[in-house]
């Protein structure tokens, strides 16, 4: 079964500095998804950052990149230039490649890390 | 296009009782998953539904069901509620091997 660990509960960063939290996972697959997502107080569950376990170019989203390190099985987020509006719980993920096209797999979410963005 | 879209927003109900979420994806997205997020153990998986076939299930007692229609809306229901059911119920859609899931703004569940 796969694990993700958040080790972080909490984070906090001044605006417009750089932020990293970090996310490590075990798994036997060679080929998976690894995703951050974004959870402000509204609830809803936001796509921040995608990473496909057999590329090794690491992504890229505006303001958010990532770290991914596949045989330490590490995959971190880096926030640049850190915004109000970033402030929220973020979740690290991982899934399978889905089985059938249109399908989806479970995702594997972390516990999550609180992070504040301070004025 | 619309997002995913899940009613009612808040519910409260007693022990016993029993509870239907609802949850419409995405327009064109088949696939249609649902999770438990608490405080405690933080986000579960609950099943996954495609083309009205439950494909996955986690592992949730047999109080946890669900269905999912010919125009890919899903229900979920919960029955006999414990106070342990208390949760926000998210669901997420999917439409392809390289699309990622949309979330919903989730159900909040209460019970007393």
């Known amino acids: 079964a796969q694990t993700v660990t958040q080790s972080q509960p909490e984070m906090s960063v001044q605006e417009a500095e750089t932020v990293t939290l970090s996310c490590t996972y075990d798994t036997s697959e060679s080929n998976y998804y690894l995703f951050w997502y974004k959870q402000p107080p509204s609830r809803q569950m936001i796509l921040v950052i995608r990473?496909?376990?057999?590329?090794?170019q690491n992504a890229t989203e505006n303001r958010f990149s990532v770290n991914f390190q596949k045989a330490a099985k590490s995959f971190s987020l880096k926030i640049s230039d850190s915004q109000l509006g970033d402030t929220a719980m973020y979740f690290c993920a991982f899934m399978k490649p889905p089985q059938i096209q249109g399908g989806s797999e479970k995702l594997v979410f972390g516990k999550g890390t609180k992070l504040t963005v301070n004025p | 296009k619309a997002g995913v879209t899940q009613t009612p927003r808040y519910l409260i109900k007693t022990r016993g009782q029993q509870v239907t979420l609802s949850c419409s994806p995405i327009?064109?997205?088949?696939?249609v998953s649902w999770y438990q997020q608490t405080p405690g153990q933080g986000l579960q998986f609950l099943f996954e539904?495609?083309?009205?076939?439950?494909?996955n299930k986690g592992n949730f007692p047999g109080r946890f069901s669900g269905r999912q229609f010919s125009n890919s809306r899903s229900e979920m229901n919960v029955s006999t509620l414990e106070l342990g059911d208390s949760a926000l119920y998210l669901c997420?859609?999917?439409?392809?091997?390289?699309?990622?899931?949309?979330f919903g703004n989730g159900t909040r569940l209460t019970v007393t």
């Open positions: 327009s064109g997205h088949r696939s």
């Open positions: 539904y495609f083309s009205e076939t439950q494909r």
């Open positions: 990473q496909e376990a057999y590329k090794q």
């Open positions: 997420a859609s999917g439409s392809s091997y390289n699309s990622p899931l949309h």
